[in-house]
């Protein structure tokens, strides 16, 4: 059974810092690109990173530029994002995913994804 288990969301002061991690099983990602998204109540999901299959193309939400930072480590089908400087506005349930076909480069749109996780909630308190 193919699983991608996130971990490490939680409750964090404005200005704080929190680090997501991205457990795959049931099969390696190592050649899939992996993205991580975010949905908070009401809105529609967006995608926060994303990183190409070997870690040498990124892309980031123009709001976390410079804040997060999202990486991998293939030896442990494992990626992860760093969050710094955390605010309010990026309370949601982050959830990470893992694009279909191989050795692609970091992709933004959501329809590029087909394995999900079930999401971690991250909340913000100012």
């Known amino acids: 059974q193919v699983q991608l288990v996130e971990s490490g969301g939680g409750l964090v002061q404005a200005g704080g810092s929190l680090r997501l991690s991205c457990a795959a099983s049931g099969r390696t990602f190592s050649r899939n690109a992996m993205g991580w998204f975010r949905q908070a109540p009401g809105k529609e999901r967006e995608v926060v990173a994303a990183i190409g299959w070997n870690g040498g193309s990124t892309y980031y939400l123009e709001s976390v530029k410079g804040r997060f930072t999202i990486s991998r480590d293939n030896s442990k089908n494992t990626v992860y994002l760093q969050m710094n400087n955390l605010k309010p506005e990026d309370t949601a349930v982050y959830y990470c995913?893992?694009?279909?076909?191989?050795?692609?480069?970091?992709?933004?749109?959501?329809?590029?994804?087909?394995?999900w996780g079930q999401g971690t909630q991250v909340t913000v308190s100012s």
């Open positions: 995913a893992a694009a279909a076909g191989l050795f692609r480069s970091a992709t933004r749109l959501a329809d590029d994804y087909d394995y």
